[in-house]
């Protein structure tokens, strides 16, 4: 813009604005002018009073209600409707560990449990859908393996699937 090519012109337009408004260098109230925090109107806001101008500037005032009102990014969305919690079961954990397979022969076997190779005599971290916990391996056959949970002193036999 041709208007604004130097700063001698940008100052000049500011200079008449703010005396357009009344308002001093500082940004700050000038003679005649009171600032006041007022409720106007039920509605809170700063009221700046000069000689020939009352402005009124008035804070926003969000609410943020699930019942009311919409995604304004995604208007069509359900997210914002009622809401239920849902109740996700409690899984056990012993339901949660499968025998995936078996390798080595004799006394070397190993017994892979949700992909964590265990020996007998062995405790290892397996992974479940709610976290890990530890498993202790106490042996391992040629289509089974007998496991347990820490904490738990109930011995379970996973055996491998049919046709593996």
Known sequence: MKLFR????LFAVQAVLMALFGLSASGSPSKGQVPTNAVQNGKSGTT??????EIIVRKSVFEDDAKN?????????????????SQSPVLDPLSQISL???????NRRFALINNQPLAAGETALVK???????????QVS?????????????KKELSLRNGL
């Open 142 to 154: 040629e289509n089974s393996a007998v496991i347990s949970i820490e904490g738990d002193s109930v």
């Open 69 to 85: 009102g919409r995604d304004p990014l995604f208007p069509k969305s359900s997210r914002r409707g009622k809401s239920s919690p």
């Open 128 to 138: 479940i859908s709610t976290g890990q916990i530890h498993v202790h391996c106490w």
């Open 48 to 53: 700046l009073k000069t000689n020939a101008v």
């Open 100 to 106: 995936k397979g078996i390798s080595g022969s004799g």
């Open 6 to 9: 130097n700063f001698s012109n």
